[in-house]
């Protein structure tokens, strides 16, 4: 079952702008994780972050939670025409061996 | 470097046949998962190992089954492919994070993208 929803499903922007991107779930989590997808390869990990912590940061990207809201955004600044890629959350919560439920993504694309 | 490797790239096959996805792990990890990725539906779940000769069903498991007779290599295997299996797989790693669902981080493969005719 798909638990996160990210929001929008697609953003487009010029080089240099932010981009910002939301994800909401349903059931508590353990931690929520971030990973990028370029179109046609597998998944990269960005950043992880655990339920009780509310931002994370690593160089460029700025991850928030609200675990009251069951929301997570990550923020990417001064964004880059290498930066167009499928961005996706993924929960994992309970006993669940670590499994990963994954949303539907969002499709980032930056204008040089 | 980490490194998870699939077999294959692209794939085409006819309705029916046997069909083995391989993937291949040099990390050591404990787990291992095989997902499929269709446009609208994102990553679902196939089938997930948490140790040798292990296995648990994910989300969608139906018309597959998997193998893992060594830490390092997790085979996805469809028994008699159908159209509706045309898809990319996609597998990853991770280490064991233990059952209460910690959740460590996942390395993917390049991904095998499937064609049945």
């Known amino acids: 079952s798909q638990q996160g929803e990210e929001d929008p499903q697609a953003l487009s922007i010029q080089e240099g702008e932010n981009a910002t991107m939301n994800c909401s779930y349903k059931t508590s989590i353990n931690n929520l994780q971030w990973y990028r997808q370029n179109s046609g390869r597998g998944l990269v990990h960005l950043i992880l972050i655990r339920s009780n912590e509310r931002e994370k940061h690593s160089g460029r990207l700025r991850v928030t939670l609200d675990t009251s809201k069951k929301s997570s955004s990550l923020l990417i600044t001064a964004s880059r025409a290498a930066d167009t890629a499928s961005y996706f959350c993924?929960?994992?919560?309970?006993?669940?061996?670590?499994?990963?439920?994954f949303g539907q993504g969002t499709i980032l694309t930056v204008h040089p | 470097d980490v490194k998870v490797t699939q077999s294959s790239r692209y794939l085409v096959k006819r309705t029916g046949e046997k069909v083995f996805l391989e993937c291949v792990q040099d990390?050591?990890?404990?787990?291992m998962f095989w997902y499929r990725q269709d446009p609208g539906l994102g990553l679902r779940l196939i089938y997930f190992?948490?140790?040798?000769?292990?296995?648990e069903k994910g989300d969608i498991p139906e018309g597959y089954s998997v193998s893992r007779e060594k830490k390092e290599r997790f085979s996805l295997i469809l028994e008699s492919a159908s159209t509706n299996q045309t898809s990319m797989y996609l597998c990853?790693?991770?280490?064991?994070?233990?059952?209460?669902?910690?959740?460590?981080?996942?390395?993917f493969g390049p991904g095998t993208r499937l064609l049945v005719l």
């Open positions: 993924a929960t994992v919560g309970g006993t669940s061996y670590g499994k990963l439920t």
């Open positions: 190992s948490y140790d040798v000769k292990m296995k």
């Open positions: 990853a790693s991770s280490r064991y994070g233990g059952t209460s669902g910690i959740g460590e981080t996942q390395y």
């Open positions: 990390m050591d990890h404990e787990n």
